[in-house]
């Protein structure tokens, strides 16, 4: 949470303005209306009923225009969030005072989204002269990236509704804020690096002690320990790239985490959330955990573009991949079927690889095809995978769901086939409700740190 800029500043309207509201405009439609047919007819009722909707608005127009013409309006933001974890809500705290004469009523609006919702949208304050009111809205935004806020509006309606005066405030009360993924909250932090032995890029390396069992000489990779290079090897090898001794540690345990943002189209949503938004948590969940075990944590992003992150203890690159996740949204191009190249180019044996993905950019050949890469490549892979027909079920009204009950059947065979493709490829596999994805993610993390778990078929 943090200051508005405008803090004690106050924001006066640049301009004023009558218009009609929906009923004024009705009862302005129907006076015309039946005014033109009495007089096309000669119809005393039309005419007399025409007069009395006319002496109405006139007389609701000056009741209004009575007190508002001679008030005055200021507002100030005091509070403004500029970030909000997904999931919780951020503090908008809107001051407001008003002077004239006469008794009216004052109505302060901040505008919402389609996706973005404001929990309190409306404050009055009834004034006789002078008022105050101090107006406080919790906005909650349903999905990541950047939301608008606003504009705050001040409006006085009239007595009857059918008028409005509308002060016209400056475009600073439009604000945006970044919703960020829930792995923000997270209170385990990983210990700052000690600087025993610095890089050649100038950042602290740190690496646990202990004694290793040497695998295998490999070419340099960004993030890997330079007190690992084995330097007469590389004085030997005619690619001029650095050899890296690789070393197994029984204490430690490389992390390879693959997020797939394919678009599911109507399956990905569940109660407002995004499917690529819990993924997106559970990533960060996992990489957070990884950290306080001192485990090597590397990335595959199958969006577009793609990035990859050999297992590095690096901060500096681990935040900077975090921060690429953070923007990530669904995309239309496959890119997960890439992963057994990425992992056998990038990832060492033994490597723990989780993947969170529906997989439905793939067919069921296609899926065993990619278990028995990654079981070949002697890692140990396990597919994290969302239960796509309960996301739309908690999102689609009861009325709503039989009308697209054939495409959700069509959809849970996809699911069991391509559940029986891992178990036929050889590798293990959970399959997440909505809400919690984040939570069978880390259970298979620290099921692989020493505890078992149950595969369900």
């Not at 025409?50 to 009575?66: R, W």
């Not at 050649?200 to 990779?221: A, N, Q, S």
């Amino acid at each position: 949470m943090s200051r508005s800029p405008y803090l004690g500043e106050v924001i006066e309207p640049i301009r004023r303005r009558a218009r009609l509201t929906s009923p004024g405009a009705l009862a302005v439609t129907l006076a015309l209306l039946t005014g033109l047919l009495g007089a096309i007819f000669r119809r005393v009722e039309f005419v007399t009923f025409s007069a009395f909707l006319s002496m109405l608005v006139l007389m609701d127009t000056l009741a209004l225009l009575s007190g508002a013409l001679g008030s005055r309006v200021s507002l100030r933001l005091t509070t403004f969030p500029k970030r909000v974890v997904l999931g919780s809500a951020g503090r908008v705290v809107v001051e407001a005072w008003v002077m004239g004469r006469g008794e009216g009523k004052l109505v302060i609006e901040v505008r919402d989204t389609i996706d973005l919702r404001v929990a309190e949208v409306k404050g009055e304050l009834v004034s006789r002269g002078r008022g105050y009111v101090r107006l406080e809205y919790l906005v909650k935004p349903l999905y990541r990236g950047t939301h608008v806020l606003g504009p705050v509006s001040v409006t006085a309606p009239s007595p009857l509704g059918l008028i409005v005066y509308e002060y016209v405030l400056p475009p600073v009360t439009l604000r945006s804020f970044d919703a960020v993924p829930t792995f923000y909250a997270e209170s385990v932090r990983a210990p700052p690096p000690r600087a025993r032995y610095p890089s050649p890029g100038g950042h602290p390396v740190m690496v646990k002690g202990g004694v290793g069992d040497f695998v295998e000489l490999r070419e340099y990779v960004p993030g890997d320990d330079v007190r690992f290079i084995h330097w007469p090897s590389s004085a030997r090898n005619t690619r001029g790239v650095p050899l890296v001794k690789e070393m197994l540690f029984e204490s430690e345990r490389d992390v390879f985490v693959a997020v797939d943002p394919f678009s599911v189209t109507a399956f990905e949503y569940s109660k407002g959330r995004r499917l690529i938004d819990d993924i997106v948590d559970a990533a960060g969940g996992i990489v957070h955990l990884a950290q306080r075990y001192g485990d090597a944590v590397g990335f595959f992003i199958a969006s577009s573009p793609s990035l990859s992150l050999p297992p590095t203890k690096r901060l500096d690159y681990i935040y900077s991949t975090l921060k690429y996740l953070e923007e990530v949204q669904p995309t239309p191009e496959c890119r997960i079927r890439w992963l057994p190249d990425v992992v056998g180019r990038y990832v060492k044996r033994g490597t723990l690889v989780l993947v969170l993905s529906p997989l439905s950019c793939l067919s069921a050949a296609e899926v065993e095809g990619m278990v028995k890469a990654l079981r070949a490549l002697q890692v140990t892979p396990i597919f994290i995978i969302p239960d796509t027909v309960a996301y739309a079920s908690e999102r689609v009204p009861g009325e709503v769901m039989p009308v697209i009950n054939d495409i959700a059947e069509s959809e849970r065979r996809r699911l069991n086939d391509v559940i029986r493709a891992v178990v036929v490829g050889g590798g293990d596999f959970i399959l997440a409700r909505p809400g919690t994805l984040r939570t069978r993610a880390i259970e298979a993390f620290l099921s692989m740190r020493g505890a078992t778990y149950a595969v369900k078929h």
